[in-house]
């Protein structure tokens, strides 16, 4: 299988711990994207990498949240001191960013993170 | 004008019916328009890309109507796999959606038997 992968497919951790999750971009793609999603929502943008650079950062994402792309292939989303509003399906997407005008991206299956 | 709306719906339809759903978004300078797909717990899965006036693929069928900023997508014949929520999406900003994508709340479809 060849689309994005993210693990773990689930976390329940306890409010105040850290946790990190990881995603793996298809391979070619050049840009790698978190969102998260809660319950009746659709997924909000937090933050975008071309390559190894952060290009953006949602004012979602508070200062307990960082990410990186160290090799610009894998990414990893931590968050710090969880709380129970962190609650949400963490949802990695890529695409391939170049010539073009038009940008289609591609999801894995997501973490789904459980802070009680 | 917010971002993107969608009628939540759920829009309870009987198989074999055609349905259509509409979306409205605020971005004049967007370029692509995209509807997803999700499935209850799911990921979104990339539906239809929207570039011009329309596109039609199957029993799908996406049109953009630019002067009204509004997007729709029509689904013929109606099968119960296609019960599931659609997602309408916008370029962040400008563009191709390079930058990242804003997401509507999406649009619940139950199709009944």
């Known amino acids: 299988d060849t689309g994005v992968s993210q693990n773990p497919r689930h976390k329940i951790t306890k409010r105040g711990q850290n946790v990190t999750f990881r995603c793996d971009p298809i391979?070619?793609?050049?840009?790698l994207y978190w969102y998260r999603q809660t319950l009746g929502q659709g997924p909000e943008f937090l933050t975008y990498?071309?390559?190894?650079?952060?290009?953006?950062k949602s004012r979602l994402l508070s200062d307990r949240f960082s990410a990186e792309r160290p090799k610009g292939s894998f990414s990893t989303l931590e968050i710090q001191r969880t709380e129970q509003g962190d609650s949400a399906m963490y949802l990695c997407?890529?695409?391939?960013?170049?010539?073009?005008?038009?940008?289609?991206?591609?999801f894995g299956p997501g973490t789904r993170l459980t802070v009680t | 004008r917010k971002e993107v709306e969608q009628d939540p719906g759920p829009f309870n339809v009987p198989e074999g019916a055609t349905v259509a759903f509409n979306c409205t978004y605020s971005?004049?300078?967007?370029?692509?328009f995209f509807w997803y797909r999700q499935d209850c717990r799911k990921e979104p899965k990339l539906l239809m890309s929207?570039?011009?006036s329309g596109n039609e693929d199957g029993r799908f069928t996406a049109q953009l109507n630019r002067a009204s900023q509004y997007i729709s997508l029509l689904i013929r014949d109606s099968k119960l796999s296609d019960s599931a929520t659609y997602l309408c999406?916008?370029?962040?900003?400008?563009?191709?959606?390079?930058?990242?994508?804003?997401f509507g709340k999406g649009t619940h479809l139950i199709i009944q038997p």
């Open positions: 391979s070619e793609h050049n840009r």
């Open positions: 929207v570039y011009s």
């Open positions: 971005n004049s300078a967007s370029q692509s």
């Open positions: 990498f071309q390559n190894e650079a952060q290009l953006e």
């Open positions: 997407a890529s695409s391939s960013y170049g010539q073009g005008v038009h940008y289609e991206q591609y």
């Open positions: 999406v916008v370029p962040r900003h400008s563009g191709g959606g390079a930058d990242g994508l804003t």
